[in-house]
Structure formats: C-alpha cells, structure tokens
C-alpha cells in the first residue's frame, strides 16, 4: 500500500473556498488516506518548494555555527518560551530503546517577543524567516482541520475551535527544523539511527523533507516503507491525540529515519521541517463521535507526557 497524493490546489494558500463537490472531493481522499494509512502527500498547497528550501539553507546556517554559540539559544520550558530553542545532538531519541538519535533541531513554538533569537545575517534574517513559514504552515493547518471535519461528517469549525491560539504560549504547536550530520557509519553506536520509531504526538504533523532519502513508514503488514521527497507536496500524518478523538479512524501511524543504504562510509547531511500542530493547552480530547472508546484526556497532560519520555535524560 503506497501513500496517496492528493491534489489541494483548488483549496491551497491564498484560495478561496472551492465548490462544494471540490470540497467533498478534497475531504473525501484525505479521509480516505488517513484512515488507511494515516498518511497522505498534499499537492499544490501554496507553499512552494523554492520557500520550502529557502527556509532550510537559512537553518542550516545556524546549524553550521558552532556549539557554543547554538548553545546560547537552547530549549528550555518556561511559561513564555513554552519549547523555543536548539537541542543538541545525543539529546532526544524518540525510541527509548535505541541509542540517542542523530540530530539536531531549532524549535519555534510561541511568537513570543521574549524568546531568544540568534542573528546570523541572512536574507531575510533567521527570524523572520522562521516566523513567516510558521504562520503558513498554521493557515495550511487551519484549511486542512476544517477538510478532516468536514470528511468525518462534524461541523466544520469543530477542530479549528479548538487549535485558535497556536503560535501563543496557550497552545504548544511547534516548528521544528531538524538537521541530520554526516555521518561516519564506522563511528555509529549498534542500533543507533537519524530519528527512532515514534509515531507524533498531537493532531497531526506537516512535514517537509529534502531529497536525501531515510523516512520510513510502518504499514498495516508490519513492513517498513520509504517515504520519500514528492516535487511540490507537502506529507501530512496523523498523531496520537487525533488517532484518539476519532475512537482510531485516523492513524497516528509509526514511522523513523534511517541512513541510506548505501556501501559508503560517509553519509550525506539530511534536512528536514516539522509543524507539529496541537490544540490549545485548555482542550479536553473527548471522542468525536459518540463511541466513547477512550476516557476524556486534557491535550496538554498527553503531549508534556511524550515530550519528557522522548529526552535522553529523563528515561
Ligand atoms: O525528519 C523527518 O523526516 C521526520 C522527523 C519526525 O518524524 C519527527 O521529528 O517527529
Ligand atoms: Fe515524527
């Protein structure tokens, strides 16, 4: 079973809303996708792949500075800066049974003015360009929880109402520039891979890859799948807190990043970008449609819970 495409064009950034057959087209094979595998490549959204690698050659700047100066713009968990900041490498590993993972990441979750900013003189400057991709990817967001509603038969605003403060410190959704280095095979520890099996954690991500390879997706027969670069798409999976709100019809599906299987001894450099969107830190997540199969949980208690179990000095 490969990962569907699916054309968003009529209902991309800057568009108006389409026909009402578009839209049921549109909400119709994302469901279908998301339910199947839990997740699906979104074409023609407005965000086009000339920003998309804007954005990472700007983070790879400050990837490239050395650990001293990054470390003067950690992550750190305070009320106003709620995840903002860079984590070094052998700090996280989404799967606690393997070795640390092999990267690093800028986070950018609260649009807050009092998080620091690391100034790195590019055009336009780090900042600004983090911030404004932010913003797209949470209208990307907004039109693709109103298509989910709308494909589950809810009213359409049902899981907008609840995502309305993401980019404040009221709602933990987070940008996430990931960078993977080059990698020496010889020096890895056994076991040890760019990003562990995890499946996300809130409502569901968009993730932007460039085109070196190594996602993988688990499928329903238990087998690993590349999911690879698509020209001019944007994949979208399912996390854990949707999976639950709609009683597992979505796929919070598993998924990791391995190194190519190449014979070389070196490897290549590996970018990525993740918008994690979550709901607002108030929301309760209550099944959606009357079956009741899990107990109401607040959103923020599940996200913390994953986040603390993922960082290498807490398990
Ligand atoms: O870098 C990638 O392609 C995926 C990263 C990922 O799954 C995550 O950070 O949750
Ligand atoms: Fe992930």
Redesign the pocket.
């Known amino acids: 079973m490969s990962i569907e495409i699916v054309d968003f064009g009529s209902f991309g950034l800057g568009k108006n809303e389409p026909s009402a057959i578009e839209i049921e087209r549109i909400s119709t094979e994302v469901i279908r996708a998301l339910t199947d595998i839990g997740f699906v490549y979104l074409k023609n959204t407005g965000i086009e792949d000339q920003k998309i690698f804007e954005v990472m050659d700007i983070c790879k700047e400050f990837f490239m500075l050395p650990s001293n100066i990054k470390q003067q713009y950690a992550h750190t968990v305070d009320s106003e800066s709620l995840g903002h900041g860079w984590i070094a490498e052998d700090k996280e590993r ?1 799967n606690p049974e393997r070795p640390a993972d092999l990267k690093e990441s800028f986070n950018i979750s609260a649009l807050s003015p009092h998080v620091k900013w690391p100034i790195i003189n590019t055009n336009p400057e780090f900042r600004e360009c983090l911030e404004s991709f932010f913003k797209m990817c949470q209208q990307l967001s907004v039109k693709i929880l109103e298509v989910i509603a709308l494909g589950l038969g809810l009213e359409r605003d049902f899981f907008i109402n609840k995502h309305q403060k993401m980019g404040s410190n009221k709602n933990p959704t987070t940008l ?1 520039a ?1 960078y993977y280095p080059s990698v020496q095979k010889s020096s890895m520890q056994d076991h040890q891979i760019r ?1 562990g099996e ?1 499946s ?1 954690y809130g409502t569901f ?1 968009l ?1 932007f ?1 460039d085109k070196t390879g190594g ?1 993988e997706i688990l499928n329903r027969s238990g087998e690993y799948v590349a999911a690879p670069y698509i020209q001019n798409t944007v994949l979208i999976n399912i996390a854990d807190l949707l999976q639950r709100w709609t009683s597992d019809k979505l796929l919070s599906t598993v ?1 990791r ?1 391995v190194l190519p299987k190449s014979e070389d001894k070196m490897c290549k450099p590996r970018q ?1 970008l ?1 918008f994690f969107v979550d709901p607002d830190n108030d929301v309760i997540v209550t099944c959606c449609n009357g079956l009741q199969k899990y107990p109401p949980i607040p959103a923020l208690q599940h996200i913390q819970g994953r986040l603390n179990s993922s960082n290498v000095t807490k398990s």
């Open positions: 989404l996430r990931l990003c995890h996300d991500s993730l890859q996602l998924h990043v990525s993740v």
